[in-house]
């Protein structure tokens, strides 16, 4: 694992951000953040080291060459409050897997709520036993520790909720990008890979930790490729990113916003009554999933099998008309 980002480096970029337009005294930024000014100096050093283009020197003062696009709870923080998810952010520069630190962080009790999030992962972990590519800074690398009061059986409501969030996110932020002239229109793939053009761009990971009657804790990974311009030889057919969709550079502060606001809401629906959300949770998956009824398939599970998809069943697993009959697919790998 790898050691949390130092808040001060967060706040130095946060003071820096507010006056963007001015340079800002070693003195100031010194009293603001309580230390020294070579202090100052030395961690100015250190976020240039780690990308973050600040012009000046001591004796002149610091000036932000153009506002970063990193993930620090100092930015994140104000845009998020009241939210459940966000009360508490860490950040890393770089880590083995965000999964796995939320995940030994649940363990030792963290609270609901609490959302990891790196600019690079060293070890991303995907389902099955793939990997996650993870460039620092170009795609959005976070996981949430939930403590829904759910029965295991109900815990692909989740995977559900969670690739909803992102399809509402992305929406939202394209809407946006666009002044609402165009929005696109991303499509989920049983149970939770996000699409565009047929081509995946985010993957969840829902790791759970439960007894018999109910969940204890989840860790809800969400990986997306924001802005990588291009993919390694063996991904380029299957992977693609935001940009490479749509043409522009998205921030990912404002996508990691929405995100975490629509994961929110989606959230409180969910716990506040499981039985009432799953009904709607259902039709909306299937309303966003080109692939999710009338959709001939392949299915790798159980020695592989094909049908065509019939949409969810009581309990959100998929079924497939097969040859031999109906039948439910419990884990994915669905082509
Ligand atoms: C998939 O295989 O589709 C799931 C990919 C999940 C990747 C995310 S990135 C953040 C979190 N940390 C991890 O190690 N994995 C998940």
């Known amino acids: 694992m790898s050691q949390a980002t130092d808040e001060r480096l967060g706040r130095i970029v946060r003071l820096l951000s507010d006056h963007a337009t001015v340079t800002v005294s070693g003195t100031k930024i010194a009293d603001e953040i309580g230390t020294s000014r070579s202090e100052v100096w030395r961690l100015v050093q250190q976020l240039r080291h780690l990308g973050v283009d600040i012009a000046g020197r001591p004796a002149t003062g610091y000036q932000l060459e153009r506002i970063p696009d990193l993930l620090l709870p100092e930015v994140l923080a104000p845009m998020l409050r009241g939210n459940i998810l966000g009360r508490r952010i860490q950040h890393f520069f770089r ?23 790196s600019e690079e992962q060293v070890s991303g972990r995907g389902r099955g036993r793939n990997t996650w590519h993870s460039p620092r800074s170009t795609g959005i690398y976070c996981s949430v520790v939930l403590r829904p009061p759910l029965v295991p059986a109900d815990a692909l409501l989740l995977s559900l909720v969670a690739g909803l969030a992102v399809v509402e996110a992305v929406q939202q932020v394209s809407t946006n990008q666009s002044d609402g002239k165009h929005s696109i229109h991303p499509d989920l793939r049983w149970p939770n890979d996000v699409l565009l053009n047929g081509k995946k761009f985010c993957g969840i990971l829902i790791e759970l930790t439960a007894d018999q009657t109910r969940v204890r804790h989840a860790v809800v990974g969400i990986g997306i490729n924001v802005n990588q311009p291009s993919f390694p030889e063996d991904l380029k057919q299957q992977a693609t990113s935001l940009r490479l969709e749509t043409g522009l550079v998205w921030s990912r502060v404002e996508l990691v916003s929405a995100l975490l606001k629509s994961l929110d809401l989606e959230y409180r629906k969910l716990k ?64």
């Open 272 to 335: 506040e009554s499981p039985a009432d959300a799953r009904g709607a949770i259902f039709r909306r998956f299937e309303q966003h999933s080109s692939s999710a009824r009338g959709r001939k398939v392949h299915v790798d599970e159980n020695g592989g099998f094909e049908g065509v998809t019939e949409g969810l069943d009581e309990h959100g697993f998929l079924r497939v008309r097969t040859a031999q009959g109906m039948r439910t697919v419990l884990s994915g790998g669905v082509r």
């Open 95 to 117: 880590i083995t897997s965000t999964n796995s630190a939320a995940a030994e962080a649940a363990v030792g009790g963290e609270p609901e709520g609490t959302v990891f999030l």
